[in-house]
Antibody, heavy 119, light 108 residues
Framework: EGQLVQSGAEVKKPGESLKISCKGS????????IAWVRQMPGKGLESMGV????????TYSPSFRGQITISVDNSITTAYLHWSSLKASDTAMYYC?????????????WGKGTMVTVS | SYVLTQAPSVSVPPGKTATFTCGGN??????VHWYQQKPGQAPALVIS???DRPSGIPERFSGSNSGNTATLTISGVEAGDEADYYC???????????FGGGTKLTVL
């Protein structure tokens, strides 16, 4: 079974930029898609967007379109989540999760999360 | 956009059955997945495609989906099952992933 290893916790100021990462092991990225999921403190899960590493095709959930950028570097099997200008409301835990290529597939394994604090 | 509705909380004594519902318009036509999230941990898949159990998930966990309601059932609830449970579908209309609001299971 593959693994997703996420980058460490971040503390940033409003207006700063940030890129967090999610590195897949083995053939995690092969024939799969990688999603980023936000969980604000004490709240539920929200899908932010999904990228298909095979062709870098990316879809964003309506609430996050224009607010974030998701990218991938297949040479190091790493997906990224990028903000150009953080807001205090971006304070949350961010998870990456792997899904099969079919959009109706489940997220079969998850990274441990990256806590982002904007203050 | 597509909305999934879950009850905020469920409380069950040990050994009894916990039932979680996930309501959505004609959800029976979609594939529903369920995730368990224990405090301080990442979510983990417990039921896929309405009722399939991933490897390592006990038979106590089962799921069904019909009409406007999908259901996750945990029989013989144990203290270790205390967690938040989320349902999830793919919304083909808006082309994005949708999660329910989650249900917190308390084992009395």
């Amino acid at each position: 079974e593959g693994q997703l290893v996420q980058s460490g916790a971040e503390v940033k100021k409003p207006g700063e930029s940030l890129k967090i990462s999610c590195k897949g092991s083995g053939d995690t990225f092969s024939s799969s898609s990688i999603a980023w999921v936000r969980q604000m403190p004490g709240k539920g899960l929200e899908s932010m967007g999904v990228i298909y590493p095979d062709d870098s095709d990316t879809t964003y959930s309506p609430s996050f379109r224009g607010q974030i950028t998701i990218s991938v570097d297949n040479s190091i099997t790493t997906a990224y989540l990028h903000w150009s200008s953080l807001k205090a409301s971006d304070t949350a835990m961010y998870y990456c999760a792997r899904r099969g290529v079919d959009r109706a597939d489940p997220f079969d394994f998850w990274g441990k999360g990256t806590m982002v604090t904007v203050s | 956009s597509y909305v999934l509705t879950q009850a905020p909380s469920v409380s069950v004594p040990p050994g009894k059955t916990a039932t979680f519902t996930c309501g959505g318009n004609n959800i029976g036509s979609k594939s529903v997945h369920w995730y368990q999230q224990k405090p301080g941990q990442a979510p983990a898949l417990v039921i896929s495609f309405d009722g399939d159990r991933p490897s390592g998930i006990p038979e106590r966990f089962s799921g069904s989906n019909s009409g406007n309601t999908a259901t996750l059932t945990i029989s013989g609830v144990e203290a270790g099952d205390e967690a938040d449970y989320y349902c999830q579908v793919w919304d083909s209309g808006d082309e994005h992933v949708v999660f329910g609001g989650g249900t917190k299971l308390t084992v009395l």
